[in-house]
């Protein structure tokens, strides 16, 4: 049996860390400050965390405005040692990190593991792009004039992350920040911030130095983002989740005119023409929909199919979501865990139960297993129509809605009527139709025959209501500084 039993293995309990961490120290409240962390897959209290607030967050914006200043002064060099002894002792980890995130997420194991690879892959990028933040040299107009620009950190950041990618979410923030010679606060989403905690406290052993990194945590977001929104010692605020809070974020940030990147929610089209492979588009249809059980924000939510190959790839589709195994991430079995919490499994029966009532028929799916719980059959409906909430709204759950359209106009039009614009995917063997396609796409990230697009050496991040700036490559280091420009006169 090579099944994994958490009273196996109870190594993960060293990096177990339910606390706070400010200034370099684990910080507890007395009891009755706590709030709860599920095991969405059993729905068993995992874990107590202290419930902080207003004076917490305070006493972490000061303490990260302390370390800036040493953090700062350090050499380019001097920062990212520190990053690659971070990112070897997070990948010596691998397997207890992966046990804490499939714990309070409830992702099964191996994507829990390919999580922890991709998180730690932008610390490894960050760490060798950290020494090449460069300035320019511009040729002056005037003859006694020399023009330089420099980049320099933009100060303390305060670095709000979701549940749906416990680590890589953080790391993708925090690996630019730090290398940029930023010094940060995370909040991570209330339902994960075991991952949080185990990735900081790897980052206290690698010997980041008190206060460059802070953890608050919280069920009751509200007064800490308030506070780091309007404090006017924080210079950043680095968001992921729903657009609805994002604007709230931006609203309340305007005040202190911080700068603010902003990754927030997608409504993905992805679409397959007459002449696509269909073996490769079923391929990447399943990767793109039913990652982290359709919890991603790039995830296709509009599966937009053209008429001749509609039969043809919905069949095949069906096929092989029939063969996903839905159950708890540590059966090495499962491909499909449970849904974060109720109110995301709400959404996906409002979906699916607007879409029958308006016509769409189910392929496959379109149930709980037996199982109960969080949990909901991989689903695929056909003869879905414009008019159903599911096209409007982003799903977050595992629910393929397949569209018929005719021709490429129509489908550039019926995609991009969305006010979000995160990804997109097409699938074509034709040259000028992805080039067409591609280009009319107001969407920030396009996927050509590929319904994965995430890694950290390109820039992730969207158009329109799905956000502001980009993360990942060199354009998510410049998020974390600033360009000063000096103008030196008078050169004889
Ligand atoms: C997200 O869902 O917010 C991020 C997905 C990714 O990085 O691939």
Not at 209 to 223: D, M, Q, W
């Amino acid at each position: 049996m090579d099944e994994f039993k958490i009273e196996d293995n109870i190594s993960y309990k060293n990096l177990f860390k339910p606390y706070g961490y400010i200034n370099g120290e684990w910080i507890d409240l007395p009891k009755g400050k706590s709030f709860d962390i599920y095991n969405p897959s059993t729905n068993k209290i995992i874990a107590k965390m202290p419930e902080m607030g207003i004076d917490e967050t305070k006493y972490a914006i000061e303490s990260a405005n302390i370390a800036f200043d040493k953090w700062k002064k350090k050499t380019a060099k001097e920062r990212c040692l520190l990053l690659r002894k971070w990112y070897n002792l997070v990948l010596e980890n691998i397997d207890d990190l992966s046990v804490i995130m499939t714990l309070e997420n409830g992702k099964p194991l191996k994507e829990s593991k390919a999580e922890i690879i991709y998180a730690s892959s932008f610390i490894d990028w960050f760490s060798e792009e950290g020494k090449r933040t460069y300035g320019r040299s511009i040729p002056a107009t005037q003859i006694d004039k020399r023009i330089i620009t420099i980049k320099q950190p933009v100060g303390v950041s305060a670095l709000i992350t979701p549940w749906n990618f416990p680590a890589a979410m953080i790391t993708r923030k925090v690996a630019p920040a730090l290398a940029a010679g930023c010094s940060v606060i995370i909040k991570p989403a209330e339902q994960t911030p075991l991952s949080a905690s185990a990735l900081i406290y790897l980052a206290q052993k690698a010997g980041i130095p008190k206060g460059v990194i802070n953890l608050l945590v919280a069920n009751n977001p509200i007064p800490i983002g308030k506070e780091l929104c309007e404090n006017d010692t924080v210079r950043k605020i680095s968001f992921t989740g729903s657009t609805e809070v994002g604007k709230i974020l931006i609203k309340d940030s305007a005040n202190s005119v911080k700068k603010v990147s902003m990754e927030l929610g997608g409504n993905a089209p992805l679409i397959v023409f007459n002449d696509a492979d269909v073996d490769i588009a079923v391929k990447e249809t399943l990767a793109s929909k039913y990652r982290n059980s359709g919890q991603t924000c790039v995830c296709a939510n509009r599966i937009f199919v053209q008429d001749g190959i509609y039969k043809k790839y919905s069949e095949a589709l069906a096929k092989k979501v029939a063969d996903f195994k839905v159950g708890d991430g540590f059966e090495h079995t499962s491909d499909i865990g449970p849904l974060i919490d109720n109110s995301g499994l709400k959404k996906v029966e409002r979906h699916l139960d607007d879409a029958i009532a308006k016509g769409a028929k189910v392929l496959i799916g379109g149930k709980q297993p037996s199982l109960g719980g969080l949990y909901y059959e991989p689903t695929v409906l056909t003869e879905v129509a414009k008019n159903m909430v599911l096209f409007k709204e982003e799903t977050f759950g595992p629910l393929a809605p397949l569209f018929r359209f005719k021709d490429v106009d129509e489908v550039i039009n019926m995609a991009n009527n969305t006010n979000y614009g995160l990804a997109g995917y097409i699938f074509t063997k034709d040259l000028n139709t992805a080039w067409k396609v591609s280009e009319e796409l107001q969407f920030g990230m396009v996927g050509i025959n590929s319904g994965i697009l995430s890694t950290e050496v390109a820039p992730f991040g969207g158009v329109k209501e799905s956000g502001i700036g980009r993360e990942g490559a060199v354009e998510g280091m410049d998020e974390y500084m600033e360009i000063k420009y000096l103008c030196f006169g008078n050169i004889m």
